[in-house]
T-cell receptor, first 113, second 116 residues
Framework: DQQVKQNSPSLSVQEGRISILNCDYTNSMFDYFLWYKKYPAEGPTFLISISSIKDKNEDGRFTVFLNKSAKHLSLHIVPSQPGDSAVYFCAASGTGANSKLTFGKGITLSVRP | GAGVSQSPRYKVAKRGQDVALRCDPISGHVSLFWYQQALGQGPEFLTYFQNEAQLDKSGLPSDRFFAERPEGSVSTLKIQRTQQEDSAVYLC??????????????FGQGTRLTVV
């Protein structure tokens, strides 16, 4: 039973355009959401996060939107650059005694020059 | 470097062999996590340490898996009598925050374990 779902396995966009990566979750106890980026043969690196008390968080070219009622979040990258090509994981943590993360399966983003 | 360091990077084990995977977290980080990432999947939680205390081991798949962090810094994940389904990348992550505090965790490069 996947609690964090990234239903699209891949996305291809043209350099300079917007990339929109989607993520859905089922557990209403999740209250903190993160996006990680992963290059081949490397560990995931933190990109951006959002608390459930917010609906938007922006950091440079990256913006995360949270729709709590729909249990949906999205990562917008604009403008997209070839160096953004990587696997992006959506992750969530809840109100438990530790901040362990529940990850989606990831989406492979390819930015075409 | 100042990041999370894992060793070895790659490990090939014969079925039935015991393996030990090491994680050096960022200095001073209180929280340490182990995750298992199977091919084509996202990382899945295995266990959590706050300093030397193992507060959550609910994700360990069987009693063949054992983790320790005796001095609250370096951690070792041990897998006994490895089986083919143990083949995965094992990721270690550390965080400066305790318990339920919300902050990002920093990941190491992982150890790719292949059981043949």
């Amino acid at each position: 039973d996947q609690q964090v779902k990234q239903n699209s396995p891949s996305l291809s966009v043209q350099e300079g355009r917007i990339s929109i990566l989607n993520c859905d979750y089922t557990n209403s106890m999740f209250d903190y959401f993160l996006w990680y980026k992963k290059y081949p043969a490397e560990g995931p690196t933190f990109l951006i996060s959002i608390s459930s008390i917010k609906d938007k968080n922006e950091d440079g070219r990256f913006t995360v939107f949270l729709n709590k009622s729909a249990k949906h979040l999205s990562l917008h990258i604009v403008p997209s650059q070839p160096g953004d090509s990587a696997v992006y994981f959506c992750a969530a943590s809840g109100t438990g005694a530790n901040s362990k993360l529940t990850f989606g399966k990831g989406i492979t983003l390819s930015v075409r020059p | 470097g100042a990041g999370v360091s894992q060793s070895p990077r790659y490990k090939v084990a014969k079925r039935g062999q015991d393996v030990a995977l090491r994680c050096d977290p960022i200095s001073g980080h209180v929280s340490l996590f182990w995750y298992q990432q199977a091919l084509g999947q996202g990382p899945e939680f295995l266990t959590y340490f706050q300093n030397e205390a193992q507060l959550d081991k609910s994700g360990l798949p069987s009693d063949r898996f054992f983790a320790e962090r005796p001095e609250g810094s370096v951690s070792t994940l041990k897998i006994q009598r490895t089986q083919q389904e143990d083949s995965a990348v094992y990721l270690c992550a550390s965080s400066s925050q305790r318990g339920g505090a919300k902050t990002e965790a920093f990941f190491g490069q992982g150890t790719r374990l292949t059981v043949v």
